[in-house]
C-alpha cells in the first residue's frame, strides 16, 4: 500500500484507517513545516520565512522514491515573531499559544499511527519552542519528534562560498541569502530599490568582545532593533537571483537526504 498523496488534507479518513490497519502508518514519516509572517526590512515581503521554506520542500520532493512514505501537514506559517513586534504587519502568536498549537497537531498525528515526525522550520524565532513540544510530546505519546532548520542543512563548499563568512554569520535577517532566494522563488516581491547594507550591532561586538561577541558564550535574548533599526541586518545589495536558484536547489538535495536518512530508522517503542 501507499498513500495517494503526500500532501495529508488530500487524503481521506479512510486512507488512514487503511494505513494504520496495514502497517504503513507506522512507516511513516510527517513533515509539519513551520514558518513566520514578519517584516524582512523595506526590500522583502512579510512571507519570506514561509515562501523560503515552501521552496527548499519544492526542491526536495522531486528527488524522493516515489515509495517512500512521507506526509507532508498543512503549513503553520505563523509562528513566535514577538521579537518583530515593533514593525508594521508582523504576525506572532503568544510561546502559550504556539504551544499548544504545535503539541495538539503532534498529537493528532499520533492518533493516527504514525510514529515519527518533524518540526521543519525557517524562523529563528521558533527554534525554542520547536525543543519543548518535540520533548513534551515523545512523552505524552510515544512519537519520534526531529527538530531541523533549512538553513542548518549542509550545503556544498561551492555553495557556501556563495556568500561571504561575514554574510553567513551576520546577515540573518533580510541580508544577502534571504534575498537571494526570494529574487529567485519570487522576484515581483523584492523591491531591490530599497536594498541596502545593514550593519548589526553584533557584528561590533565580534569585533571588540572575545567573550561577549564570540556568539556562543553569552547569548542576547534580543529584539529586531537591537541588531539594526532598519529591521534587516545583512548586504541585500549582493544578492542575485541565481545565487539563490543554487541555494534552493542545493538544500532541497540536503532535505532530500535527510528524510530518507530519517525514514530508514528504526520507530521508537510506545503508543503512536
Not at 553569552?218 to 542575485?240: C, K, M, P, Q
Request: glycine letters at 8%; a negative charge; aromatic letters at 4%.
Amino acid at each position: 500500500m501507499h498513500y495517494t498523496s503526500r500532501h495529508w488534507q488530500e487524503l481521506s479518513t479512510r486512507d488512514f484507517d487503511a494505513a494504520r490497519a496495514s502497517g504503513l502508518a507506522a512507516r511513516t514519516l510527517a513533515i509539519l513545516p513551520v514558518a513566520a509572517v514578519e517584516q524582512h526590512g523595506p526590500h522583502l515581503p512579510l512571507g519570506v520565512d514561509a515562501r523560503l521554506l515552501q521552496g527548499v520542500i519544492d526542491a526536495a520532493l522531486p528527488l524522493l522514491p516515489d515509495e517512500l512514505p512521507l506526509l507532508l501537514l498543512p503549513p503553520q506559517n505563523i509562528g513566535l515573531s514577538t521579537e518583530h513586534l515593533a514593525f508594521a504587519g508582523t504576525l506572532s502568536l503568544s510561546p502559550e499559544t504556539l504551544l499548544a498549537l504545535w503539541r495538539e497537531l503532534g498529537e493528532a498525528v499520533a492518533r493516527t499511527g504514525i510514529r515519527t515526525l518533524m518540526l521543519l522550520n525557517s524562523h529563528g524565532g521558533n527554534v525554542a519552542p520547536m525543543d519543548i513540544v518535540a520533548r513534551t510530546l515523545r512523552q505524552r505519546c510515544g512519537l519520534q519528534v526531529w527538530r531541523c532548520n533549512w538553513s542548518d542543512l549542509p550545503l556544498p563548499n561551492e555553495v557556501q562560498a556563495l556568500f561571504s563568512p561575514e554574510e553567513h554569520r551576520f546577515g540573518i535577517h533580510g541580508g544577502a541569502i534571504e534575498t537571494s532566494m526570494m529574487l529567485h522563488l519570487e522576484p515581483a516581491s523584492v523591491r531591490m530599490e530599497h536594498a541596502r547594507h545593514w550593519r548589526s550591532s553584533s557584528q561590533d561586538r565580534a569585533e571588540h568582545c572575545a567573550i561577549a561577541g564570540n556568539g556562543k558564550s553569552a547569548r542576547l535574548g534580543w529584539a529586531i532593533e537591537d541588531y539594526n533599526a532598519s529591521g534587516a541586518v545583512g548586504d541585500a545589495t549582493a544578492a542575485s537571483a541565481e545565487m539563490g536558484a543554487r541555494l534552493v536547489a542545493a538544500a532541497g538535495e540536503a532535505l532530500a537526504r535527510l528524510i530518507i536518512e530519517l525514514q530508514q530508522l528504526p520507530a521508537p517503542d510506545g503508543q503512536a
